[in-house]
């Protein structure tokens, strides 16, 4: 694992539509995983303006949400669905065949995990994830606690996801389970972006680079990956200890 400090959001965030464009040039028919919520927000924007400014080819890659939150329609304002339609799928124009996400009102959620799993593996894996960091220190909805072991999975949410998840909705939801990537998945990509800025996140990201590798503080994984990066800006950076 490495970290990347960049000046402000908008720079990382640049950084991360070009390693997204980048990747997409190498591998026309790479497998990406992003999550929703406000980090990865910019890069998908980026991304989007990137690939019609420079006429690059999205017909052949295939993206996969990362989690999503159990008991809410694709329609749903805030809904992790309801994000990826207006950040990537609308504005590329993919087909149905170009990406999966999870169906959080399946009454077999199990089976959910099971076809992810599937469409994963069938893929090749993942060749890059971008993902974000909880204020708990969860990654995708890998909440402390959570089996380091697990492929996807559903999972009871933490009060702490469920506090901060409220922001996202214009309407009251209730916000009990989610569905998710397991960690294993994020240790088998290929490579991974951990998103983060401002300084509310300068304490996680300290425990995430310099914590012990625990359960109880999931993204402290991310010290384990060989070509994992950190891409965070000054601000969260702040709390590091400076080699």
């Not at 950084?15 to 028919?29: D, F, G, R, S, W």
């Not at 790479?30 to 910019?42: R, T």
């Not at 749903?76 to 170009?98: E, V």
Request: include cysteine; aromatic fraction near 6%; charge should be negative.
């Amino acid at each position: 694992m490495q970290t990347a400090i960049f000046s402000d959001y908008t720079i990382l965030s640049e950084y991360t539509a070009n390693e997204m464009i980048k990747l997409i040039e190498q591998n026309p028919t790479a497998l990406l995983c992003i999550a929703s919520g406000d980090s990865p927000k910019m890069a998908c924007e980026l991304f989007c303006q990137k690939v019609k400014e420079q006429n690059i080819d999205t017909s052949r890659f295939f993206f996969v949400g990362l989690d999503e939150w159990v008991g809410l329609s694709s329609e749903t304002f805030g809904s992790c669905h309801n994000d990826f339609q207006k950040r990537l799928i609308q504005p590329l124009g993919l087909s149905t065949s170009q990406y999966h996400l999870f169906n959080a009102l399946s009454d077999d959620l199990q089976n959910e995990c099971e076809i992810m799993d599937a469409i994963i593996k069938e893929k090749g894996g993942i060749d890059l994830m971008i993902v974000g960091i909880g204020m708990n220190g969860h990654i995708g909805f890998n909440e402390p606690g959570v089996d380091f072991n697990l492929l996807s999975h559903v999972i009871n949410l933490d009060e702490t996801t469920v506090t901060v998840g409220k922001k996202y909705f214009r309407q009251e939801v209730k916000l009990e389970k989610g569905i998710t990537l397991g960690l294993v998945h994020l240790l088998n990509s290929k490579k991974v972006l951990l998103l983060a800025n401002g300084e509310r996140k300068a304490a996680v990201i300290k425990k995430a680079v310099d914590g012990e590798i625990t359960n109880l503080f999931p993204a402290s994984i991310m010290q384990r990956h060989e070509n994992g990066l950190i891409v965070i800006d000054n601000k969260a950076a702040s709390l590091l200890t400076k080699s």
